[in-house]
């Protein structure tokens, strides 16, 4: 299973997503991040993310941004998308359907559809961070536990 967590810059919510999701599946899973934007391309993840994952024994500190491209609709086998925004995006590049269903709102795996978006913590300060953290740790929890129930 390889499973891509999509923002838009790949530098906060993204790589924060990456990083919790490879803690909670078992090896042989690929688990990735990518931005809707290149803005931040090869560059490291926002360091309140690093620092917010590490205070939490997750490093992220070796990650480094970068756009998604259409090789990855092949790879990936679900592609989680931490806002509107970026899913409304990430559907605009796909193909046909096969694609699109691979496509999802990270946080709807909750079953909340109208608090379904990881805001993005980049304007705000280390509280703002931590919060995202939450979010994300509790819906990476429910996709594993859908993809190893399913």
């Known amino acids: 299973m ?10 906060c919510r993204s790589p924060l997503a990456e990083g919790i999701m490879k803690t909670k599946v078992p090896e042989g899973f690929e688990v990735d991040s990518a931005g ?12 309140r ?52 269903q691979k496509v999802s709102l990270f946080l709807e795996v909750l079953g909340d559809h109208k608090n379904a978006e990881v805001p993005d913590p980049y304007w705000g300060d280390m509280n703002d961070f931590e919060k995202v953290y939450q979010l994300l740790d509790k819906g990476c929890n429910a996709i594993k536990n859908q993809i190893l129930i399913s």
């Open 49 to 100: 993310a690093v620092k917010t994952a590490a205070n939490h024994q997750i490093d992220i500190s070796g990650q480094r941004s970068r756009p998604i491209n259409r090789s990855d609709f092949k790879k990936f086998d679900r592609i989680y998308c931490m806002d509107i925004d970026v899913f409304e995006d990430v559907i605009s590049k796909t193909e046909n359907e096969e694609e699109r």
């Open 36 to 47: 809707t934007i290149s803005m931040h391309e090869g560059e490291h993840p926002d360091k």
């Open 2 to 11: 390889n499973i891509l967590m999509v923002c838009l810059g790949n530098i």
